[in-house]
């Protein structure tokens, strides 16, 4: 186009604009408002992390049971203490994902018992199951999503076999993750070296076959280390190195944050979700009473 052209053309977009009439603004993204406080608990990032370990979630005698009504409850009290949910993983690698104010719980789910996870005639979530329950929660609590981890038994999960795929597919789609209990649940301190080595190396191994992928999470059966504890920082297995990202015990008290100099990934505590004096909301009462401060985000 020409000098005379380019004036004309420019002169005619201008006229277009003239009467007085407003250019048309510029057009700027709105800016996303800042997350609201959850607390008014000051930051905190060397604060206590609150790890509960469920089994199975029906009525039964001992720590290893927590009903459906006690477990319901125990949603409603970590939420309305300011606790939002992280997986395993994030806590470790210090990637916990959390609005201003509020402290992380993570959830832990051990052996795949079958409620924790059924599947009614319809295929869909049974709502009296652990995940059932916490995906109702989670429809009136956004801010609290089904994102829990899960220590399993990998050649026994949660049931028949043939709903295995489908599970695993809808803990995946809610955000959960699935960690190594090995394989048949054995003391781990009173077997050999090369047993403890298959039974974490052939639940991985197995775990991998059903497309679980990384990171590798493990949890000690009965909360007991092997005697040789060098072996969780590594071995090799079948051709293959065999390490984890991190190992859970089975007792409390409330763990350290990633961020503490004391913090050990392979030696990790958990609190466990059941009404005695090393239960859950013992610690809880416990923190409400300035012991254990939890970790609080900024």
Partial sequence: MSNLKWTLALGIALAGCSNNAPLPAPHFAAAKPKPKRVTDRPSNKLGRVYIAMYHHVRKGRGDMFRTVSEFRSDLETYYKLGFRPVLASEYIEDKMRLPPGASPIVLTFDDSNPTQLQLDRDGSVD???AVGIWMAFAKDHPDFPVRGTFFVLPDSLWGPDYQVSKKLKI??????????????????????????EWELGRATERLASLGVK???????????????????NGFNFDGKHISFLGVFRADGPPARSPEDPQFSKYNIPRIVAANGSDGVRVFLRMMAEGKFPPYVEP
């Fill in 214 to 232: 990384p990171p590798d999470l493990m949890a000690v059966p009965y909360g007991v280390m092997p005697v040789h504890r060098a072996l969780l």
């Fill in 171 to 196: 803990l995946a789609s809610l955000g959960s993750e699935i960690g190594n209990h090995t394989i048949n649940h054995r003391f781990l301190n009173r077997i050999s070296d090369a047993k403890v």
């Fill in 127 to 129: 709502p009296n199951c």
